[in-house]
């Protein structure tokens, strides 16, 4: 099992920025790929963008691209998101995830194993 440990959220401003941290420990060895998932009230938790650890590819759901990146390093076992130009419609739960290779691939929910309990993230217009 992967334990994980999401940081960085709070409050800020439209059109400001912000970067969430997530901290990995337990099997992580395991984790070939994590994730960054967001879940605003009265809403199902969508994608927001995922990475292999390896150094592969990122990959981002559509409309996240232009404001949000996804990184890791791997040598602490940690992954962040670099969150820019944020509107209130970005509010939220933010959740890190881990999971093997599939989860990857795919970039479903349902192929991460392992999920951090969520850091709140308030943009305020």
């Known amino acids: 099992r992967v334990y994980l440990a999401e940081s960085g959220g709070g409050s800020v401003q439209a059109g400001g920025s912000g970067r969430l941290s997530c901290t990995a420990s337990?099997?992580?060895?395991?984790?070939?790929?994590m994730a960054w998932f967001r879940q605003a009230p009265g809403k199902d938790r969508e994608r927001v963008a995922g990475?292999?650890?390896?150094?592969?590819?990122?990959d981002y759901a559509g409309g996240m691209r232009d404001r949000f990146t996804i990184s890791v390093d791997s040598g602490k076992n940690m992954a962040f998101l670099q969150m820019n130009d944020l509107q209130p419609e970005d509010s939220g739960v933010y959740y890190c995830?881990?999971?093997?290779?599939?989860?990857?691939?795919?970039?479903?929910?349902?192929?991460?194993?392992?999920w951090g309990r969520g850091i709140q993230v308030t943009v305020s217009a």
């Open positions: 990475i292999y650890t390896n150094g592969g590819p990122a």
């Open positions: 995830a881990a999971g093997g290779w599939e989860a990857c691939r795919t970039q479903a929910d349902k192929d991460f194993g392992d």
């Open positions: 337990g099997s992580t060895w395991m984790m070939n790929c």
